[in-house]
């Protein structure tokens, strides 16, 4: 991962301006389920919430959401600059070769790169790169808030998170590995193309076009098998990560409502840990696939490096 430590290293000054939006983003979001808790309590006791109360919570809600709109910007265009700072490295790499190097490139591979590899690449760096970033901070956040708010109810309700990150790590395994097979499949396909390039002047001097055919349309045929493999594999165990992360939901009903029937905990409370249950539990539910995106960006960040040339800053 050495390529994406320099993309990072360039555009540090946007990556950590992003880190600091986000960090506010989430800390102006728990203030704002602290204020809506107080006015929940206020009015299931029968009182009226003040004026300024109210105010303050709707200041605060709007500067939750102008934050929120901030963080898809910076995080947008950080985005698109590192993708942008990638795909002029692979031209720099090609542009400073000499002419017996340039003369050795393989077409295909090079064609395959620029199409596939840099397009995953850039399609991971805008839709999920510092969405996955977001999520950890809301998870650390909010888990740490909420332990700090009722001990006894944030570990028993989360506990199953436990056994569904131990499937996360075997399921996003199962899912990488995949990944990878569907990633080799794609390459020998785009290399068999290559070949069919390369010798396609003598195609018709050996009549070897149905022979040739024939073995491309195999290799599309494995790629597209590997690509429905892939699909299907990750359907299916993140369809159990779904219904497994409903379980932490279901113990704050059962655990926080016998709380509050009791007395021991108010209503108000009960609304946060509900409100803020995704935070933590859907984190969990989206880890597989979350994992195996990144270990294909990590595989295509591998084999691009050696034909990216970044420029220090």
């Not at 995949?178 to 080799?184: D, T």
């Not at 113990?251 to 933590?280: D, K, P």
Request: charged share 10%; net charge positive; aromatic share 8%.
């Amino acid at each position: 991962m050495r390529l994406l430590q320099n993309l990072l290293h360039r555009r540090i000054g946007l990556v950590v301006l992003t880190l600091c939006v986000s960090v506010v983003s989430i800390g102006v979001s728990l203030w704002w389920n602290a204020q809506l808790s107080r006015i929940i309590n206020t009015v299931s006791t029968g009182g009226a919430a003040a004026a300024r109360t109210v105010v303050t919570a709707c200041a605060t809600l709007l500067l939750s959401a102008g934050l929120n709109h901030a963080l898809g910007l910076c995080s947008g265009w950080t985005c698109e600059t590192l993708a942008h700072d990638l795909r002029l490295g692979y031209a720099r790499h090609f542009a400073a070769l000499d002419a017996q190097a340039a003369a050795a490139l393989n077409a295909g591979e090079a064609l395959s790169a620029l199409q596939n590899e840099i397009n995953d690449v850039s399609g991971f760096l805008r839709a999920n790169l510092f969405s996955i970033v977001d999520d950890l901070i809301r998870f650390l956040g909010t888990f740490a808030w909420l332990l700090w708010l009722n001990p006894l109810l944030t570990l028993t309700a989360n506990l199953p998170v436990v056994l569904l990150m131990g499937y996360t790590v075997v399921s996003s395994r199962i899912i990488g590995r995949a990944a990878a097979q569907s990633q080799q499949a794609n390459l020998r396909m785009n290399g068999f193309a290559d070949t069919l390039v390369t010798v396609f002047p003598v195609l018709r001097l050996f009549d070897a076009a149905p022979l040739l055919c024939t073995r491309y349309g195999a290799a599309l045929t494995a790629w597209e098998a590997a690509g429905i493999r892939e699909e299907r594999v990750r359907a299916r165990l993140m369809s159990l990560s779904a219904l497994l992360s409903c379980t932490p939901l279901l113990l704050l009903f059962w655990l926080g409502g016998a709380q509050v029937i009791r007395g021991t905990m108010s209503l108000g409370v009960l609304y946060v840990f509900i409100n803020l249950s995704g935070n933590v539990s859907g984190v969990m539910m989206n880890i597989p696939g979350r994992i195996a995106q990144f270990r294909r960006f990590a595989a295509n960040m591998q084999r691009l490096a050696p034909r990216v040339s970044v420029v220090k800053p």
